[in-house]
């Protein structure tokens, strides 16, 4: 079993940044691809990035690429997602989640294992 735990969200204004943390239990974080989801009320769970286990292939979502970096530090367990010029339609709540294929880097909910409780992302305008 894994347990992801999330960290890092807020109320930003618009154009600012936020740095996102999921640190992870376990020993066989390296070996998982990590990676980010957000869902806003009302809208279904979409996909923001990905990452393979040693960090060698990355996956975005359109509506992020170019503003969000993905990263891992296997050495702490932990995955990171910095959110740069942040606009008022990335709010949500953002969630790490955990596939066990370790180069997947898939957009697909359905795919990942193991999920966070989430963290709330509030962009103001």
């Known amino acids: 079993q894994v347990h992801l735990v999330e960290s890092g969200g807020g109320l930003v204004q618009a154009g600012g940044s936020l740095r996102l943390s999921c640190a992870t239990s376990?020993?066989?974080?390296?070996?998982?691809?990590m990676g980010w989801f957000r869902q806003a009320p009302g809208k279904e769970r979409e996909f923001v990035a990905a990452?393979?286990?040693?960090?060698?292939?990355?996956n975005y979502a359109n509506s992020v690429k170019g503003r969000c970096i993905i990263s891992r530090d296997n050495a702490k367990n932990t995955a990171y997602l910095q959110m740069n010029s942040l606009k008022p339609e990335d709010t949500a709540v953002y969630y790490c989640?955990?596939?066990?294929?370790?180069?997947?880097?898939?957009?697909?909910?359905?795919?990942?294992?193991?999920w966070g409780q989430g963290t709330q992302v509030t962009v103001s305008s």
């Open positions: 990452i393979s286990w040693n960090g060698g292939r990355t």
């Open positions: 989640a955990a596939d066990k294929r370790y180069l997947a880097v898939s957009g697909a909910p359905s795919e990942y294992d193991y």
């Open positions: 376990g020993r066989t974080f390296s070996t998982y691809t």
